[in-house]
């Protein structure tokens, strides 16, 4: 059975900082990853995917890279901002099923002070 | 405006009552999914439909019910069997049913039991 873990549950840095969230999976055979962000009380808003054969993917500020033979997915924020504080979610899909199996972690709380 | 929309945005539960959440998207997609998050654990799959007049059990199905009448539409029904329903609750849609297809998720829904 697939298990996602994030590290740390829960960070707070200043601005302009840069920092990286942590997310290990149990099982390598995935489809791709996914990270998404989670603003309090709103839905899941995608941030980045990375499929199986990929390394990495970069979208302004962030870039998230995967280790499949590690276990490992890092998201790598860039000159952190306050706008930035949300909770941020790693999702591993196992394919292989006709509805795609996703697997979350449950999430790093990041809060960027001014 | 494309999108995915539940309501309402907070659902109160009094003991031994049902209760319905909304979830509409008009995406077209055909495939709608139902999620359950709690604090500090990852989302958990519910129910999802791939298509029109066909739905399957998630992870944790017991103690709800949902029907996908129209395209656009799939409510779920917490029942008086669900005994710890106060959770947020996540709708999501994708275009397809295969497992390559990215997930797009609604604003949520929070559930509370009086």
């Known amino acids: 059975k697939q298990e996602v873990t994030q590290i740390p549950a829960a960070l707070s840095v200043p601005e302009g900082e840069n920092l990286v969230l942590n997310c290990s999976f149990t099982?390598?055979?995935?489809?791709?990853l996914q990270w998404f962000r989670q603003d309090p009380g709103k839905g899941l808003t995608s941030l980045l995917l990375i499929q199986s054969s990929q390394r990495e993917q970069t979208s302004g500020r962030l870039n998230a890279s995967l280790d499949k033979s590690s276990g490992r997915s890092t998201l790598y924020i860039a000159a952190s901002q306050p706008g930035d504080s949300a909770t941020y979610l790693c999702?591993?899909?196992?394919?292989?099923?006709?509805?795609?199996?996703?697997?979350f972690g449950q999430g790093t709380i990041l809060t960027v002070h001014p | 405006d494309g999108g995915i929309t539940q309501s309402p945005k907070y659902l109160f539960r009094k003991e031994g009552q049902n209760v319905t959440l909304s979830c509409e998207q008009n995406l077209n997609h055909d495939a709608m999914y139902w999620y359950r998050q709690d604090p500090g654990q990852g989302l958990r799959l519910i129910y999802y439909?791939?298509?029109?007049?066909?739905?399957q059990k998630g992870d944790i199905a017991e103690g709800y019910s949902v029907s996908r009448e129209k395209k656009e539409s799939f409510p779920l029904t917490v029942t008086s069997a669900q005994k710890n329903p106060t959770a947020f609750y996540l709708c999501?849609?994708?275009?397809?049913?295969?497992?390559?297809?990215?997930?797009?998720f609604g604003p949520g829904t929070r559930l509370l039991v009086l």
């Open positions: 999501a849609s994708s275009r397809g049913q295969g497992y390559q297809e990215t997930q797009y």
């Open positions: 439909s791939q298509i029109v007049n066909d739905f």
């Open positions: 999702v591993a899909n196992a394919g292989g099923t006709s509805y795609g199996k996703l697997t």
């Open positions: 099982d390598s055979a995935i489809y791709n």
